[in-house]
């Protein structure tokens, strides 16, 4: 069955991704598989000061966890469309672009924007990698409303 992975970083842009990719889905009468990775590679204690409740040994794990009720809320909002939810610890650009390599995927959706500042700088330009590794095609979902 085709399907369209969608991948979802729960940034201020994840929203548009998420419509976009159902979007796709529904024209192609794909399902789609939703895909959060939580970068090893982060300390999210200090990277991310606005999660309450995170311990140092167990935050990656936390956040699966939680990207997985956050992942469900999705999956939710569009009853109409097959989906599948895959989140994991690892490296995101790497992770995506093997899930992008399954013979099931058309298509990965990604923003061009995902995290800013110091965690961009630390996980660098991960959209960017997935362009140019992916053997799929990839939709780059801008976030730019207005012509610059």
């Known amino acids: 069955m085709k399907t369209v992975l969608v991948t979802i970083d729960f940034s201020e842009f994840s929203g548009e ?3 976009i990719g159902y979007q796709v889905a529904s024209a192609i009468g794909a399902s789609v598989t939703l895909m959060t990775i939580v970068n090893e590679s982060v300390d999210y204690t200090t990277a991310y000061m606005g999660l309450p409740g995170l311990n140092y040994a167990t935050q990656w794990e ?4 939680r990207a997985n009720v956050k992942l469900e809320e999705i999956k939710n909002n569009h009853p109409d469309v097959t989906t599948n939810i895959i989140s994991f610890i690892g490296t995101p650009k ?3 672009v093997e899930a992008a390599a399954n013979p099931d995927v058309s298509f990965v959706v990604v923003g061009k924007y995902g995290r800013r500042g110091i965690s961009h700088l630390v996980m660098g330009g991960t959209t960017a990698y997935i362009v140019q590794h992916s ?3 990839v939709i780059v979902v801008p976030f730019r409303k207005t012509k610059h």
Do not use: G
Request: hydrophobic content about 45%; proline content about 8%.
């Open 62 to 65: 936390e956040l699966v966890q």
């Open 94 to 96: 790497i992770d995506i």
């Open 17 to 19: 991704v998420e419509k």
């Open 135 to 137: 053997v799929k095609p």
